[in-house]
C-alpha cells in the first residue's frame, strides 16, 4: 500500500468529531448518489453492515449506536483505524508511507509503480499483477486530498464525470446572509428540500451560512444557482395556526403569536427579511391573505444559495471515475484489465450517517475478492 501521507487514514480519525461513524445498520442502494445508480447493488449486498461490524466485535472496539442507525467508535475513531491496521499486519500487507506515486506503466506482468520516498528523496520501483486506486475524492485538502486518481482513470482512458463538493454547507450574500449570519449557533429540526430530495433533520445557523445534517444532505442534491426551500415549522400548519391566533388573540403581533414556536432571535430575523411592513400591526388589522402569506413563508422559507464551502470543509466529492467503465461486482476497470478502483474515487456518493464508509468496506471487498479469486 502507497500513501503519499506522513500517516495513515487521517481522514478515518478527523472523522464523526474523531469519534468515526463508521458505519449505519441500514445501508441500502437509495442512500448512494451515482450517474449509473444500480452499480451500487451487487458490492452492497456481497459486504453488509452486518459484516463489518463483526470486525469490530472481533477487535473488540466500542461502538455505541445513535439516532438513524448510525454507530460511532465510544472512545475514539483511532480504534477503527488500529483495527485496519492489525488486519494489515496479518494480512503482510506493506504500508510505504510519505511516498509519492510519480508513474504508472501497464506492462505485461501489470504494472510498474515508479515512486519516491519524499523525506529520503529515495526512488521506488514496485511491480504488480493487480492496481487499486483507492486515493478518494478532492475534499479537505489539508488531509492530503488530491486528484491523482483521477488522472490515473484518464491515463487508462476512463471518463470522469464532473466532480463538485458534497456534504458540504451553503454560503449566502446579501441581505439574506447577513441575517443568517446574525444567528450564528442557533440550531433547529427543520424539514430542507428540492425538487430533488427532501431531509427532516437538524439545521444550523453559521457565521459563513446554513450548516447542519438537514443541509449537508440536501448539498448533494443541489447545483449553483438552484434554490432550496426549508420548512421551520415542520410539525405545523403556520397558515391555519395565524388565522386561529388572529380569531382567538385579534390584538396580538405576529412575533408574539409565533413566540411559543421560535427561539425568539430568529422570530426577530425573520421579522426584518420577510414581513416588516406588518412587524407593528396587530393580527385584527391583518387581511386574511397577508396572514396565509407569511404563514406559507414560515412553512417554505424558498432561499437561493450563493454557493457552498466547497472542498475546505466537504466531506465528500460528488462526481468521481464513471461507473459504467467499471465492474461492479468486482470494481475492476473494463477498459483496463487487472486496474481497480474502490471507494470515494468513484462516482459513487453516500449519504451523511456512515455510508460513505460502507461503500469504502463494500467495494474494497469486492474488490479483493476478485483479485484472491486469480492468485
Known sequence: MIDHANKAGKKILMSGGGRCNFI????EPRHFISQNPHFVKSALSKYQPEDFIALVDRHQVAYQEREYGQLFCEHSAKDILAMLLNECRTADVQ?????????ICANDAGFMVSANHKRDDLAI???ASSLVIATGGLSIPTLGAS?????????????????RAGLVPFTFTDKTGEMIKSLAGLSLDVVAYN?????????LFTHRGLSGPAMLQLSNYWQLGEHITIDLLPNQDMIQYLLDAKRAHPKQLIRTALTPLLPKKLITALEVLLWQAYQDIELANLKDDIIRHIGAQLNAWTLKPSGTEGYRV???TLGGVDTREVSGKTMESRLQPNLYFIGEVLDVTGWLGGYNFAWAWASAYACAESIGMRW
Open 147 to 163: 486528484g491523482f486518481g483521477y488522472q490515473v482513470a484518464t491515463q487508462f482512458g476512463h471518463q470522469i464525470i464532473p466532480t
Open 125 to 127: 520501483t514496485i511491480q
Open 95 to 103: 504500508i510505504r508511507l510519505d511516498t509519492a506515486v510519480e508513474r
Open 314 to 316: 466537504a466531506e465528500v
Open 24 to 27: 449505519n445498520r441500514q445501508v
Open 195 to 203: 425538487d430533488k430530495a427532501s431531509f427532516a433533520l437538524p439545521m
